[in-house]
């Protein structure tokens, strides 16, 4: 284990499992049309990775790259698009796929951009949710889990950048962040 990970919440094999569980599942909800996949940046890039390859159809994938704006704490609801989808969603049924719900502003944002697409649909899947993302009204069709509110990192979740390759999901030992 990381010197700064407090304790594993999730280890490689619960990862595994219940992105396999999910990938069951979108298989047989999406089997008259393959989705298209579109993954966050750069959070997303672990579970699209794994989640992809649990889905045994010929799904497409594309990225968006979003921020948050303004200084400070982030997830201030104001999105601006650092890097688009290269696909033409109309018609489409789209998979949004993150790591994690925290305010669950980041999604609401994204959301209503691809609604306003003309996609066939709109689902989401993250691996992980937090308590607070329950505040804004967003239908999530698949979550891997419910965590508690702490500071995770790894498995594709940073800290200034830095544990995104950590194989499990971790809490941040505070003294990282924290003098
Ligand atoms: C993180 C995470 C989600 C978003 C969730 O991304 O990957 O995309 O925040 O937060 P919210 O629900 O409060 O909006 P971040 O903006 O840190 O970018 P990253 O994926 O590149 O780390
Ligand atoms: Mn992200
Ligand atoms: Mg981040």
Redesign the pocket.
């Known amino acids: 284990m990381h010197e700064d990970v407090e304790r594993v919440l999730l280890d490689e094999t619960a990862i595994r499992d219940r992105l396999a569980q999910i990938g069951r599942q979108i298989t047989e909800d999406y089997a008259q049309e393959p989705p298209i996949l579109v993954g966050?940046?750069?959070?997303?890039v672990m579970v699209m990775s794994d989640l992809a390859r649990a889905i045994d159809l010929p799904v497409e994938m594309d990225w968006m790259?979003?921020?948050?704006y303004g200084s400070g704490t982030?997830?201030s609801?104001v999105?601006r698009i650092l890097k688009d989808l290269g696909t033409d969603i109309t018609d489409r049924h789209v998979l949004i796929v993150?790591?994690?719900?925290?305010?669950?502003?980041?999604?609401?944002?994204l959301l209503s951009n691809l609604r306003s697409r003309g996609p066939r649909s709109v689902e989401v899947c993250t691996m992980l949710r937090?308590p607070?993302?329950a505040r804004?009204e967003i239908d999530v069709r698949y979550v891997g889990f419910d965590i508690p509110n702490e500071f995770v990192i790894g498995y594709?979740?940073?800290y200034a950048?830095t544990y995104?390759n950590l194989p499990y999901v971790g809490v941040l030992k505070r003294s990282v962040y924290e003098d």
Not at 98 to 108: A, H, P, Q, V
């Open positions: 966050v940046l750069k959070g997303a790259a979003v921020s948050s982030r997830s609801g999105v993150e790591d994690i719900i925290d305010s669950g502003l980041t999604l609401k944002w937090k607070d993302a804004v594709g979740l940073d950048e995104r």
